[in-house]
């Protein structure tokens, strides 16, 4: 059994479609054959994952089929070698010449077989597992969850020479460094004052993106009980860095998701999102801790309230009481 999966978007996006790779194992068998095509860097998630077979970056999704040839050359590969299963999570119009043209017996999901979402299905990640609903069983589509498979957690404790225990703080996210306001960024102050708490508590590895330097260097000095691995990780590591910790604590972005997807426990600081379509996804595996000032005018993301808010005042209102105490009351074993 041969399959293509087609996925493109930011990290959290891919994260939410892995939930196919194990419905596809469990119904087809292990030996199945699974391709993705996903935007460049996000794809690197699958690096050490071997239920991924081969990654097809796609840049440019507006180019035409005979402009791209990151299309071409999908479109190639499926000639040379037929997959029986194509599914598609992208709803854009800009897919479809592309899925058109590739070669597979079935083609399914979204704007093929599956129109619009049920609007009893809140979160993206169980709006995607509805686009490959028709293809398994009811008891393989209720088992699949969001899953990551990174380095091994051995290899990066030695590797970064991390302790036994630990916890990640991930202060950035994905909307950091634009000129607009970043409407889920915590204060920097606070997350200065969060980690000299906890570092008191327990070892701290700190960790972003190699482009987010000037703001983290706002964020030093570091006091003693942290390690700095920010830039310094591929995905691959980065993932295995946050499967081997005891905890997660970051705004609403793709390490959150990386957290839920590993089952590592995440403390996760959300004002505008709705957390119940686009934050970390909860099953029956993890534990998803959402710390919120719960305002009246939240959730607003993408609304006139959230472009007429100048004061944040949704991230603003989260305290740091409010996430050092959420933390020690349910680390309380490990703390």
């Known amino acids: 059994m041969r399959v293509l999966v087609i996925r493109c978007g930011a990290l959290g996006d891919l994260v939410y479609a892995t939930s196919v790779i194990d419905a596809l194992c469990n119904e087809y068998g292990e030996d199945t054959v699974i391709d993705f095509v996903t935007t460049p860097g996000t794809g690197s998630i699958f690096a050490k994952d071997d239920r991924v077979q081969n990654v097809f970056t796609l840049k440019h999704r507006k180019i035409p089929v005979l402009l791209s040839k990151e299309k071409q050359r999908i479109i190639r590969a499926s000639k040379e070698n037929p997959y029986d299963i194509l599914i598609n999570f992208e709803f854009g119009k800009q897919f479809q010449s592309l899925i058109k043209q590739i070669d597979a017996v079935k083609k399914v999901g979204a704007n093929i077989d599956v129109s619009e979402i049920p609007n009893d299905i809140r ?136 957290a839920s997807a590993v089952n590592t426990e995440t403390f996760t600081l959300i004002g505008p999102t709705p957390a119940d379509v686009t934050g970390p996804y909860k099953t029956p595996n993890n534990k998803v801790n959402i710390i919120s000032a719960n305002l009246p005018c939240s959730p607003c993301y993408k609304t006139e309230v959230m472009k007429k808010c100048k004061d944040n005042i949704c991230m603003k209102e989260i305290s740091v009481d409010m996430v050092y105490d959420r933390i020690i009351t349910e680390l309380v074993d490990v703390l």
Request: with cysteine.
């Open 123 to 258: 979160h993206a990640a169980d709006a995607i597992k509805y686009c490959y609903k028709n293809i398994v069983s009811p008891k393989n589509y209720a088992i699949s969850y969001p899953r990551l498979v990174g380095t091994e957690k051995q290899s990066v404790k030695d590797k970064y020479n991390l302790p036994q225990k630990y916890i990640v703080i991930s202060p950035s996210n994905s909307h950091q460094g634009r000129k607009r306001i970043n409407y889920r960024a915590w204060e920097n102050e606070k997350w200065k004052e969060l980690t000299n708490r906890l570092a008191k508590k327990i070892p701290i590895v700190m960790i972003g993106a190699p482009h987010e330097e000037h703001f983290f260097s706002d964020l030093k000095p570091y006091p003693p009980n942290v390690l700095d691995l920010v830039g310094k990780t591929p995905l691959s590591d980065l993932i295995g860095i946050i499967d081997a910790a005891r905890a997660l604590v970051s705004t609403d972005t793709g390490t959150a998701h990386i």
